[in-house]
């Protein structure tokens, strides 16, 4: 259960009867109102004012969430205080004009000077709670709206900010690379070029796979990419995997085996399933060590689908495993020092897990290797107007 919050809300009352700022006191003292939309619990105090003199004092002094403006005072009008308090339509303070004259062209005057809303006396203790309510739900909406935005302001600023140094190394590198052969430094020799060439390709390649992620995760985020069920063969989408991991794989002497003893039937999108696999794979192959292994074990039971890769590679802390879900957090130490990745691989994959109502796990020890297991719901159901239904394909047995 979401906590509640508890706002306090000063009203300032401004007329020049007595008895109409202490009948509203009296009206609104225990008053108290609840806004479900953000959990918040809102009471009141109050202040006086008998004059716009007063009242701008005070406003200058300490300046009030609500202010109850009676039209008619001893020094000035209501409107003639409105415009001095020039107020804006984000203005943290919310006006209500009150007056026992009440006309079209008061109420046009006051909302063009920048009045919230319209009181005409005389009104009843209801009408006074309705209207200060509407006035304090909009105050807290309106914070929450603020603090949102500048929440998303920091946000974009930090993932700005990890992009930014996630490309800067390796376009560094290329450049530092493509001035040696510019310069031609290693002389006329084709050949002595040959690194250069290929630690860019690798870098260019690091650099395509952290576009592609990116991609992958803000469309997941988003909810704007197009989901095709199907029914699918796990074992069968595993394998495309291992094949395109396999070269990189076999340079290393790097075994994977997949050991699926019956077809490991879901509804998925297979775009998703290949994005999991392919990031729990490719990383046990990236993170082992030489003539190392990797097991993939594939299970369904009545209700979930479980992918299970376990390595043999170097391993990690608890530490460091405890912040491996998180956008662009890779493990940097003496180890991974050569070891390339977006950072994001493994935060995409918990993400399409949360889409199926499951999660990724792991389990890992320095020098011994570690364990991956994310577990998935076997059945999915088109979410959205827009999603399709699933279709059926042959899986094999």
């Known amino acids: 259960?979401?906590?509640?919050?508890?706002?306090?809300?000063?009203?300032?009352?401004?007329?020049?009867?007595?008895?109409?700022?202490?009948?509203?006191?009296?009206?609104?003292?225990?008053?108290?109102?609840?806004?479900?939309?953000?959990?918040?619990?809102?009471h009141f105090e109050f202040e006086e004012a008998d004059s716009g003199a007063a009242a701008l004092a005070r406003i200058a002094a300490r300046q009030p969430h609500i202010l109850l403006l009676d039209q008619r005072l001893p020094d000035t009008t209501g409107t003639e205080l409105l415009e001095r308090l020039e107020l804006t339509e984000d203005s943290d303070l919310l006006v209500i004009m009150?007056?026992?004259?009440?006309?079209?062209?008061?109420?046009?005057?006051?909302?063009?000077?920048?009045?919230?809303?319209?009181?005409?006396?005389?009104?009843t203790p209801d009408e006074l709670k309705s209207t200060v309510r509407k006035a304090a739900s909009r105050i807290i909406?309106?914070?929450?709206a603020r603090a949102l935005a500048e929440e998303k302001r920091q946000?974009?600023?930090?993932?700005?900010?990890?992009?930014?140094?996630?490309?800067?190394?390796?376009?560094?590198?290329?450049?530092?690379?493509?001035?040696?052969?510019?310069?031609?430094?290693?002389?006329?020799?084709?050949?002595a070029y040959r690194k250069a060439i290929d630690r860019s390709l690798i870098r260019l390649d690091g650099m395509r796979k952290l576009i592609f992620d990116l991609l992958d995760m803000t469309r997941i985020e988003s909810g704007q990419k197009a989901r095709k069920l199907e029914s699918l063969d796990v074992r069968e989408v595993a394998a495309d995997v291992v094949e395109t991991v396999a070269l990189s794989a076999e340079e290393r002497g790097v075994g994977i085996?997949?050991?699926?003893?019956?077809?490991?039937?879901?509804?998925?999108?297979?775009?998703?399933?290949?994005?999991?696999?392919?990031?729990?794979?490719?990383?046990?192959?990236?993170?082992?060590?030489?003539?190392?292994?990797?097991?993939?074990?594939?299970?369904?039971?009545?209700?979930?689908?479980?992918?299970?890769?376990?390595?043999?590679?170097?391993?990690?802390?608890?530490?460091?495993?405890?912040?491996?879900?998180?956008?662009?957090?890779?493990?940097?130490?003496a180890k991974t020092r050569r070891i390339l990745g977006s950072g994001l691989g493994l935060s995409t994959t918990r993400k399409i897990a949360a889409l199926y109502g499951g999660d990724v796990t792991v389990s890992s020890t320095p020098e011994v290797g570690s364990i991956f297991t994310a577990t998935l719901r076997a059945e999915t159901e088109a979410a959205g107007d827009d999603a399709l239904e699933p279709t059926t394909t042959a899986a094999s047995a």
């Not at 004259?101 to 920048?114: D, P």
């Open 257 to 333: 085996r997949i050991d699926a003893p019956a077809p490991v039937p879901m509804v998925a999108d297979r775009g998703e399933i290949q994005i999991v696999l392919s990031n729990l794979i490719s990383n046990a192959v990236k993170y082992n060590r030489d003539h190392g292994s990797v097991d993939v074990a594939l299970r369904r039971d009545a209700e979930t689908v479980s992918i299970r890769v376990a390595d043999t590679g170097i391993g990690m802390t608890a530490a460091e495993a405890s912040t491996l879900f998180q956008d662009f957090v890779r493990i940097r130490n």
């Open 141 to 144: 909406l309106q914070r929450q």
């Open 98 to 123: 009150v007056t026992a004259y009440a006309s079209i062209e008061t109420a046009l005057a006051a909302a063009k000077c920048g009045a919230y809303d319209f009181l005409a006396k005389p009104f």
């Open 1 to 42: 259960m979401e906590e509640s919050k508890t706002d306090t809300l000063r009203v300032m009352i401004v007329d020049d009867e007595r008895g109409m700022r202490s009948g509203v006191q009296r009206v609104l003292r225990d008053f108290a109102i609840r806004v479900a939309d953000v959990s918040a619990d809102v």
């Open 155 to 191: 946000v974009r600023f930090q993932f700005t900010s990890v992009l930014a140094h996630e490309l800067k190394s390796p376009l560094a590198a290329i450049d530092g690379y493509l001035r040696i052969l510019k310069d031609e430094t290693l002389g006329r020799d084709i050949g």
